[in-house]
C-alpha cells in the first residue's frame, strides 16, 4: 500500500493505564492533520473488544497495563489481522522489550522519551507496513544480542574458566574435571577465541566486565 492510497483519516486506538500518558498521546494525533482517535483506554480487554468492534487503522499501545501488557494485545490481534498496524510505546526500552515485541508481531516499537511526532511516525509507518518492524534503537539491540552470543560459553568452558580464575594450570585443571590436559588446552583455547583474549588475564579480566565471573566471586568468598 503507497501512502496515496491511506485513508483520508488513519483511526488510531491508544492504549495506556496513564491517565496523563493517555491524554498526551491522544492530544499528539489531535494534533496531526489526517488521523482520528477513536478510542483510548487502559486494560488489554477493553482494547481488544474496541478493536473487534471498529477494526482502528492502528492500535498504539504501553507493555505495561492493569491485565496484561500490550504483547497481550498484540499477540491476540495478530492471530486474526496480520494487517493490523500495531505500535508499542513504552517508558521500558531495553533490548528485552525491543525483541519482545517484535517477535509478538509488533509493526513498531517506540520509547515514551521520544518525541510525539516519533510516535505519529511510527502509526503512519504501521499502517501502511504492519509487518515491517520500526524501531531506532533496534540495529544496536542486534550487534548486542550478536556480541553475547559469540562471548556465550558452554558448561564445561565455564567450568575451566572458574578454575583459571582460582590459578589453576591446564594439568591440574583436567584433574579435577576428569579431562585429558590436551582437552583442557583446547577448551582454554576456545575461552580465549569467544572472549577475544590472548591470555589469562586478558581472559579474566574480559569475563568479569560481562558478568560471567560473578560465580567466581561467590566461590572464593
Not at 117 to 130: G, N
Not at 144 to 170: F, I
Amino acid at each position: 500500500m503507497s501512502n496515496a492510497e491511506l485513508p483520508s483519516a488513519l483511526r488510531v486506538l491508544i492504549v495506556d493505564d496513564h491517565d496523563l500518558i493517555r491524554e498526551g498521546l491522544v492530544g499528539a494525533f489531535a494534533r496531526e492533520e489526517g488521523t482520528d482517535v477513536i478510542g483510548a483506554v487502559g486494560t488489554v480487554a477493553d482494547a481488544v473488544a474496541i478493536y473487534h468492534d471498529q477494526h482502528p487503522d492502528v492500535v498504539v499501545t504501553d507493555l505495561q497495563l492493569q491485565d496484561g501488557t500490550g504483547l497481550d494485545i498484540i499477540r491476540t490481534i495478530r492471530q486474526t489481522d496480520e494487517k493490523a498496524g500495531l505500535v508499542v510505546v513504552t517508558m521500558h526500552s531495553g533490548d528485552d522489550q525491543i525483541f519482545a515485541a517484535m517477535e509478538a508481531g509488533a509493526s513498531a516499537f517506540v520509547g515514551k522519551d521520544a518525541p510525539s511526532t516519533e510516535v505519529v511516525r511510527a502509526a503512519r509507518h504501521a499502517a501502511v507496513s504492519p509487518r515491517s518492524f520500526l524501531c531506532t534503537g533496534l540495529a544496536g539491540a542486534m550487534m548486542r544480542r550478536m556480541n553475547a552470543e559469540s562471548t556465550r560459553l558452554s558448561s564445561r568452558e565455564h567450568d575451566v574458566l572458574l578454575l583459571l580464575a582460582d590459578g589453576a594450570n591446564a594439568a591440574a585443571i583436567g584433574q579435577q574435571l576428569y579431562m585429558s590436559e590436551s582437552t583442557v588446552k583446547s577448551h582454554i583455547a576456545r575461552i580465549y577465541q569467544k572472549l577475544g583474549a590472548n591470555n589469562r588475564a586478558q581472559a579474566l579480566v574480559t569475563a568479569m566486565r560481562i558478568g560471567l565471573l560473578s560465580s567466581v566471586q561467590r566461590r572464593e568468598s
